[in-house]
């Protein structure tokens, strides 16, 4: 069974730093895309860093040049690279994943949450000014 399993949310100021990390155990796919959403109360989850197997990497315009996503060759470990970080930056982040997804089926569309299979538990980003 696919896990998915976050850490590294905490706890900083306007202008820091913080990599988020995703333990995935037992994917045994090499296709497709994983990503990193973030949610905030009463708001839609949002995708903020999707990279896929054929190398591509997207961002949405809010994180673009902030944030970098990055798996490991042996797909174990998606992580988040999130600098400059500002208050709305503040959410729940979760990573996901599924073997089907790939960034230009979508052309310049979102790859949907609905999209995606496999799901962490979330980790949780405050950010304070």
């Known amino acids: 069974q696919v896990h998915l399993v976050e850490s590294g949310g905490d706890s900083v100021q306007t202008g820091g730093s913080l990599r988020l990390s995703c333990a995935v155990s037992?994917?045994?796919?090499?296709?497709?895309?994983m990503a990193w959403f973030r949610q905030v109360p009463g708001k839609e989850r949002e995708g903020v860093a999707f990279?896929?197997?054929?190398?591509?990497?997207r961002y949405p315009n809010s994180v673009k040049g902030r944030f970098t996503a990055s798996v490991d060759n042996a797909q174990t470990t998606l992580s988040l690279q999130m600098n400059s970080l500002k208050p709305e930056d503040s959410g729940t982040y979760y990573c996901?994943?599924?073997?089907?997804?790939?960034?230009?089926?979508?052309?310049?569309?979102?790859?949907?949450?609905?999209?995606?299979?496999?799901w962490g538990q979330g980790t949780q980003v405050t950010v304070s000014s």
């Open positions: 990279i896929d197997s054929d190398g591509g990497s």
């Open positions: 037992d994917y045994p796919y090499k296709t497709g895309c």
């Open positions: 996901a994943a599924d073997p089907n997804p790939r960034l230009r089926d979508y052309g310049y569309k979102w790859i949907p949450e609905s999209d995606f299979r496999y």
